[in-house]
């Protein structure tokens, strides 16, 4: 298959920018150079100056998988790790699925894994399913887990590990932006950060308190402040609204290993409609960003399309949360970067983001540990940067590859039908599942012209795509 395909840039690529802690109510001030000027000035890490008489303190800001992931390497490799998380009990909109190489490389229980899904159905607009997993091994799955479990596991080891665990509300961040660079900074100068933390002791309106830490790590979601708080810009994003609802056990024995993806002008015109299976119930969405207002209608008709295998359910919660559509044009200034959703690291075509979420976190932890020799020396923006150079080198072509997918296939009903007729053959799916299960691409072009070497070629005629 080979299509030309107009992008919109990727403008989140390559762009960035001993004493307990105390109340801070000043910090000295001092102007940095540009861009190009603080990249050639940069100081390695050996060469970072010592702290005394304690480690480096590092805050991370927001508690789901990229947030939760990235304490947990900060508080093992030596950091005096402090995690803020507001409403420690919330139960985070997602449709929940994890690949199998999650499950391996953040030694996940399989306790806090609902369902091993094993088989997919992909239904066109015309209802025609397919189904694929006809190629998946023995012990191969994609596991379906409920964020509220998942996060709190990654919180709770991190604890565990020395990490603080803050139940609090971020409300300022002493990081003053002025046409995009940072203002009133020493270089090594503490952050100073404000919350209101909610710890049962002071009742519902919780306590104001102060923090300094030497660097900071944004994982606080798609409305994330500190993204605000560092100029990092907006990006395009979709709407997903997901409504659980339990259903009889007869019905719930259909779902017990089977997920289901609906694709069709009437459920999304840019995503897709599902059902993905949880512990005692179903969770059924849609989302979409080019028609927001119509989510609630795009809703009911993911839900008519499986209405029969989900006869007589009760909905149990009603969820909607905004998903990044690319990256943001800035992910870092300073000592402060951004990770997960706040970076925007949601992937298109499959909307994927808890792997991506707790990648970035644990990879942005590392560089920090690695540059401050296991929390002894300072670090600096060089240090953060080599966690985002590292990432864009492995996973930009993921994100490219999926961004062209998306652009192909749902862009229009025909296109949709051909998308579901092809995964009906073995080879485009056991190259999808690769794909998704241990995070590996086919072949791409960088020029803007896509090319998947399947095992024989398709060729994309206006709407209609057809075997050569």
Not at 53 to 67: D, E, T
Not at 121 to 146: C, F, Q, W
Not at 174 to 188: D, S, Y
Not at 447 to 458: A, C, L, M, N
Request: hydrophobic residues 35%; contains cysteine; aromatic residues 8%.
């Amino acid at each position: 298959m080979t299509s030309s395909i107009a992008f919109k840039s990727f403008t989140g690529l390559r762009h960035s920018s001993a004493e307990p802690p105390k109340l801070q109510t000043q910090v000295p001030t001092i102007s940095l150079l540009n861009h190009c000027h603080r990249r050639l000035q940069m100081t390695a890490s050996k060469s970072s100056p010592k702290i005394q008489n304690r480690n480096l303190r590092v805050a991370v800001i927001g508690g789901g998988p990229a947030g939760g992931a990235a304490a947990d390497t900060l508080a093992k490799g030596g950091i005096e790790t402090y995690l803020i998380k507001r409403k420690l009990d919330n139960c985070k909109p997602c449709g929940g699925a994890i690949p199998l190489c999650m499950v391996g490389e953040f030694d996940l229980p399989m306790d806090i894994i609902d369902r091993k899904v094993t088989k997919m159905k992909m239904i066109s607009p015309s209802n025609i399913a397919v189904d694929i997993g006809k190629t998946l091994k023995p012990h191969e799955y994609i596991g379906m887990v409920r964020r509220e479990v998942l996060d709190s596991y990654l919180r709770e080891r991190a604890a565990n590990n020395g990490a603080n665990v803050i139940n609090g509300f971020l409300w300022g961040q002493q990081v003053i932006l002025e046409n995009g660079h940072t203002k009133g900074r020493q270089r090594t100068a503490p952050y100073v950060l404000r919350y209101t933390e909610y710890n049962g002791k002071v009742g519902g309106a919780g306590q104001k308190n102060t923090l300094e830490v030497d660097a900071v790590i944004g994982a606080d979601g798609a409305n994330s402040r500190v993204a605000k708080s560092i100029g990092a810009g907006d990006y395009d994003y979709a709407i997903a609204f997901q409504e659980r609802i339990r259903i009889p056990d007869d019905k719930m024995v259909y779902y017990e290993n089977l997920a289901e993806r609906y694709v069709g002008d009437d459920v999304s015109p840019d995503f897709y409609g599902w059902v993905f299976p949880k512990c005692d119930h179903v969770a059924v969405g849609s989302g979409t960003v080019t028609h927001k207002g119509d989510i609630k209608k795009l809703q009911l008709a993911t839900r008519n399309r499986a209405k029969d295998k989900i006869l007589e359910g009760n909905i149990i919660r009603v969820e909607a949360h905004p998903i990044p559509e690319h990256p943001r044009p800035r992910r870092l200034l300073d000592r402060v970067a951004l990770v997960g959703d706040a970076a925007g690291y949601v992937t298109k075509c499959s909307g994927e983001g808890i792997y991506f979420a707790a990648k970035s976190g644990r990879m942005c932890a590392e560089a920090i540990v690695e540059g401050s020799e296991n929390g002894k020396r300072m670090v600096d923006e060089s240090d953060l940067r080599n966690y985002l150079e590292k990432w864009d080198k492995t996973y930009w072509p993921t994100y490219k590859v999926l961004d062209v997918l998306q652009k192909v296939f749902y862009r229009s009903n025909p296109a949709r039908e051909a998308f579901v007729e092809m995964c009906a053959d073995e080879y485009v799916q056991k190259m999808t599942f690769d794909s998704y299960l241990y995070k590996r691409v086919g072949t791409w072009e960088s020029s803007g012209r896509f090319e998947v070497d399947f095992q024989y070629h398709w060729k994309l005629d206006g709407m209609h795509l057809e075997r050569r």
